[in-house]
């Protein structure tokens, strides 16, 4: 996902924070593990969802079934504290659960029936399915949707947290100087307006666009960091899902 929008985040390195939620899965402290669940399950049901969509082609109330019988398994068996680090990617180890699970759904689903369900975050479905309709892959990339989905929804949270941060701080000029330069246009193939066009169309001096600019893109490089060490399990892998995302390591 190195392409326009990550190059022109710029470099930036931080200190480690967050701790991660693919260690607290397998934490035998049952607070720790569940704070650690919801963190995976907020970050990945969407590209469950649409992985099932796409790659197993299930109608949308049995891919909403599946992705929250998915989950509601993989709490109740402790699926995820069977991660190696050092074999695969934690999403890839994932992705390789889930297909496994649809493999055997009907099982699946007559032990959710038995076991009763798990209470999971509030999955939004429709919104998911809105987005689906919006972007079909084509043949080629059905294979990679899964991982290009998890990166889309990491890049997305992060946006929304460093929307919170700037209003939190005052600083809504802020976020709009980066949302007009990185986020608004549609268009892959267009240039991104220069730092006079932006300080002529929000009233402001081009030295504003260029301080609000870099702490907007240190800011939000900061946030993906945090994110990224919540849902990985070493520095090794860190560095290989920020390669990844914006083409260099943290």
């Given at each position: ?10 470099g930036?390195?931080?200190?480690q ?8 899965v397998g ?15 907020r ?28 989950f ?5 068996s402790?699926m995820?504290s ?5 074999r ?8 390789g ?15 959710q ?5 798990a ?13 689906l309709?919006?972007a ?6 059905i ?7 998890w ?11 460093l ?7 005052n600083?809504?000029?802020?976020f709009?100087?980066?949302e ?12 991104r307006?220069?730092?006079g ?12 666009v ?18 990224l ?15 990844a ?6």
């Amino acid at each position: 996902m190195a392409d326009d929008f990550s190059r022109g985040l710029g470099g930036a390195r931080f200190p480690q924070t967050r701790r991660s939620a693919v260690q607290g899965v397998g934490s035998d402290d049952p607070a720790e593990r569940a704070r650690a669940f919801e963190l995976l399950v907020r970050a990945y049901w969407k590209p469950v969802y649409k992985h099932l969509r796409v790659r197993w082609r299930r109608p949308g109330e049995q891919a909403a079934d599946l992705t929250q019988g998915f989950f509601t398994r993989a709490l109740e068996s402790r699926m995820f504290s069977g991660y190696q680090p050092g074999r695969a990617l934690f999403r890839t180890y994932l992705k390789g659960c889930l297909d496994h699970h649809v493999l055997k759904e009907h099982e699946s689903q007559r032990r959710q029936k038995r076991g009763g369900g798990a209470v999971l975050s509030s999955l939004d479905f429709a919104e998911a399915e809105r987005e689906l309709s919006l972007a079909q892959p084509g043949p080629e990339s059905i294979e990679s949707y899964f991982d290009r989905e998890w990166q889309r929804q990491l890049v997305g949270s992060t946006v929304d947290a460093l929307r919170e941060r700037c209003e939190q701080s005052n600083k809504q000029l802020t976020f709009r100087v980066f949302e007009r330069y990185l986020l608004e246009d549609s268009d892959p193939a267009a240039e991104r307006p220069t730092y006079g066009q932006l300080a002529s169309e929000l009233g402001i001096k081009v030295t504003d666009v260029t301080n609000y600019l870099a702490f907007a893109r240190r800011e939000f490089r900061r946030l993906l960091h945090e994110k990224l060490r919540e849902l990985t399990s070493s520095e090794e892998e860190l560095q290989a899902e920020a390669r990844a995302l914006l083409g260099e390591a943290p």
